[in-house]
């Protein structure tokens, strides 16, 4: 069954604290990408990766890293210096060419205890 | 700067009653419009992609069409079971660019 994976679903971070989110997906695609959502607004883009070892950063990446080692994973480190990591995170990946219809994973909640 | 706009906010809807969400765009070079269905608590669904000027697509009852500056999401006798935030999302430039959001229509249809 071939889809997107995220975990896990609910995520509680402490201050100075980094946390990991997973993001896998096995329907082959080149591009990967994490978004950010918050109550009344629209997804922003953390950072993407359209290649194995390669990234880019999005509009908020300050306070987050990624890594692209394997075409199936990128993982999302929320690190200390974000100050105000409580969201909904999403991981959508795609394929590259003419038609790059994005689909997301069902989204990771990260809370801030 | 490239931007997305929704409209309404909230849309409140009997069931039956069709109506239209908006969403207009200012990028330069649109490689595509996407529209996205996305239930509290989860990812968003795609529905549909749109390429170019006067192309339509339907999907039971939800057609949606592109204009040069707009595209709009016509619901049709809509049910209950359709209420969810709907967001659409614009590519533009160059291959493997991400998306740009939208901040979403909420519909609620009530029976």
């Known amino acids: 069954d071939g889809g997107i994976t995220q975990s896990p679903k609910y995520l509680f971070r402490k201050e100075g604290q980094n946390v990991t989110l997973s993001c896998e997906q096995n329907?082959?695609?080149?591009?990967m990408y994490w978004y950010r959502q918050d109550p009344g607004q629209g997804l922003r883009l953390i950072y993407y990766?359209?290649?194995?070892?390669?990234?880019q950063k999005g509009d908020i990446a300050e306070g987050y890293s990624v890594s692209r080692e394997k075409k199936e994973s990128f993982p999302l480190t929320v690190t200390s210096a974000q100050k105000n990591p409580t969201a909904f995170y999403l991981c959508?990946?795609?394929?590259?060419?003419?038609?790059?219809?994005?689909?997301f994973g069902p989204g990771t909640r990260l809370l801030v205890l | 700067e490239d931007q997305v706009t929704q409209s309404p906010e909230a849309l409140r809807l009997q069931e039956g009653e069709s109506s239209s969400l908006n969403c207009s765009y200012t990028v330069s070079g649109l490689r595509g419009l996407f529209w996205y269905r996305q239930d509290p608590g989860k990812g968003p669904e795609f529905l549909f992609t749109l390429y170019s000027a006067g192309e339509e697509k339907e999907k039971e009852r939800l057609k949606a069409t592109l204009t040069k500056k707009e595209s709009f999401l016509h619901i049709t006798a809509p049910k209950p079971e359709d209420s969810a935030t709907y967001l659409c999302a614009v590519q533009a430039g160059q291959a493997g660019t991400a998306l740009i959001f939208g901040k979403g229509t909420t519909l609620s249809v009530s029976s």
């Open positions: 990766s359209q290649i194995v070892n390669d990234f």
């Open positions: 329907l082959n695609h080149d591009a």
């Open positions: 959508a990946s795609s394929i590259r060419g003419q038609q790059e219809t994005q689909y």
